[in-house]
């Protein structure tokens, strides 16, 4: 099947294919849109079953990061990048190298940064063979950790502020005593527990990669829930942290949390599962919107070179968020679809 027939594709501006026979590196640039600025979007690293699953991936975040731009107000499009491999057990410098290079042919229209399966090391691999990997060095942060160019402290506190937010619009409560369940526990998912469970907030989790939910429990008192059953528990709010597509047919009978809001790219398995939670009386936060805290960071690291107003800026997904909300009771319309009208409008005028 060709690119231009797949299902995923959506007017994308440049889609690439890179193999290295030294390296081994078989990966996939996909760049969505670039009215707004140059493309930005991490690198992901998994094992994904086949190429065909890698090619849906990137089309669908890298379609996902021009909306997260035009939203986080932003000059940037959007742009994504993977790697076909065991992030654990296939990953060499010499891959991360030969990255480096395949981003530089696109000579700055695509940024990358850290995603999935890519660490902060792996960036600076790249950085060595090309000047669009972003991420790396940082003059400022949002919090008290080592300023190494990680944006996922910036992103779970932007998932952070958005979860305050839908818990107020739907509960007309903050977060003491409210019933999270976070399906994941990455870079981004603990740091998200750790707000919460500052904030007074009950803690359910699940990660496959065990160590990550002993963490959680023996530091911050989370119940360790299987799995397969976090999206069912009886809680107020779930967390999806982890790959995208959680929310699909087969798992929205079974919410009972009236709340989703979590930092997961592309949580819904289609746009139509967003009116079925609207119809089910469950309020869900825009992926794209709610984990913009991370694109926020780096376009003020990389892009910008300003720290002016880097908190402020992530801080405001909060009040984007009860716009949308609101929007979505006085139109009637699910949240997914308002945000989706509010983004096209701003990068497609260009």
Not at 48 to 66: H, I, Q
Not at 138 to 149: A, L, P, R
Request: with cysteine.
């Amino acid at each position: 099947m060709s690119v231009l027939d797949h299902n995923e594709y959506n007017n994308h501006e440049h889609v690439a294919f890179f193999n290295d026979k030294y390296s081994g590196l078989q990966a996939i640039i996909a760049v969505h849109n670039t009215n707004l600025g140059p493309a930005l979007g991490g690198c992901r690293m998994w094992s994904y079953a086949n190429s065909e699953e890698a090619l849906t991936d990137v089309l669908r975040l890298s379609k996902g990061m021009t909306y997260k731009a035009a939203m986080a107000n932003v000059a940037l499009g959007g742009g994504k990048s993977v790697i076909l491999g065991d992030p654990r057990a296939a990953k060499t410098p010499a891959m991360m190298e030969a990255m480096g290079k395949f981003v530089d042919t696109f000579k700055g229209r695509y940024y990358t940064a850290e995603d999935s399966g890519i660490s902060v090391e792996d960036l600076q691999h790249m950085e060595k063979h090309s000047n669009y990997i972003a991420g790396i060095h940082s003059k400022y942060h949002i919090s008290e950790e080592k300023s190494d160019g990680n944006p996922s402290p910036a992103t779970a506190l932007g998932v952070f502020v958005g979860v305050k937010a839908a818990v107020a619009y739907q509960y007309n409560t903050d977060l003491r005593g409210v019933k999270v369940a976070i399906q994941g526990l990455g870079s981004v998912g603990i740091r998200l527990a750790r707000h919460l469970k500052n904030a007074g907030a009950e803690l359910f989790v699940a990660d496959v990669y065990k160590p990550n939910v002993t963490v959680a429990a023996e530091e911050l008192g989370a119940v360790i829930v299987d799995p397969q059953d976090i999206l069912t528990l009886d809680v107020d709010v779930i967390a999806p942290c982890a790959l995208g597509a959680t929310i699909n047919p087969t798992s929205l009978p079974n919410i009972k949390a009236k709340v989703i809001a979590g930092a997961a790219n592309n949580q819904l398995a289609n746009e139509g599962i967003g009116t079925e939670c609207r119809n089910r009386g469950i309020l869900y936060a825009p992926d794209y919107v709610i984990n913009a805290g991370g694109i926020i960071d780096i376009y003020h690291q990389k892009i910008e070179s300003s720290d002016r107003g880097l908190k402020s800026h992530i801080e405001n997904i909060g009040q984007t968020l009860t716009d949308i909300f609101k929007g979505s009771d006085e139109q009637d319309l699910a949240t997914n679809i308002v945000a989706n009208k509010i983004a096209e409008e701003r990068f497609l005028k260009k």
